[in-house]
């Protein structure tokens, strides 16, 4: 069964600013975590922290996709993923920083995670890793910004592969 929250809070093109969504990732994420797309704020989590502009207090500034792909350390227990989704919003709110393609970065996220661990994503889908990539839905919040702004949706999703291919490191 999946676990539903609906929290009432403001919109702000950095999310995490947003107390109650840093509460609600903060107690989410589990073990160390990737924060792929980290932005200003640190979370009080053991996160490696990851975020293409220069700016960003971050261990890494590297494109996303490319972090993932040149990973060696050791596998995560939670990666989180707050993109710019929409082009427009990348040249007007983030620089001009633009997602890699989210279906490749979607795909090159198992290599870098522990089987038992999350994906939590922030975003406008239900669905992000899907249950073809051996993950199962866990929980959704609906962030609700009130009058005419659209919801945040924020899913955990757990990675519960049937076998195990890659060695783990
Ligand atoms: C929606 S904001 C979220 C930031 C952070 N999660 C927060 O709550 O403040 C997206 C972030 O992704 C960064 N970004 C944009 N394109 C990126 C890419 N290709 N790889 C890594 N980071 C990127 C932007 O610089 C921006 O800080």
Aim: proline residues 8%.
């Amino acid at each position: 069964m999946i676990h539903f929250e609906h929290i009432r809070c403001p919109l702000h093109r950095y999310t995490f600013t947003v107390g109650p969504i840093r509460r609600w990732v903060e107690k989410e994420c589990e073990g160390k975590v990737l924060n792929l797309f980290c932005g200003p704020t640190r979370l009080a989590l053991n996160e490696i922290r990851n975020d293409l502009n220069p700016d960003m207090p971050a261990d890494h500034h590297l494109d996303a996709l490319e972090f993932l792909r040149t990973w060696n350390g050791e596998r995560f227990n939670t990666i989180l993923l707050d993109p710019p989704y929409a082009y427009r919003k990348s040249m007007t709110m983030y620089q001009g920083m633009i997602c890699s393609p989210f279906r490749q970065l979607k795909d090159a996220i198992p290599a870098c995670l522990y089987p038992g661990g999350l994906v939590i994503t922030f975003g406008y889908h239900s669905v992000v890793m899907g249950r073809n990539r051996q993950f199962e839905p866990e929980k959704i919040a609906l962030f609700s910004h009130g009058g005419a702004i659209h919801d945040t949706i924020a899913t955990v999703e757990r990675y519960v592969p049937t076998q195990l291919s890659l060695p783990l490191t």
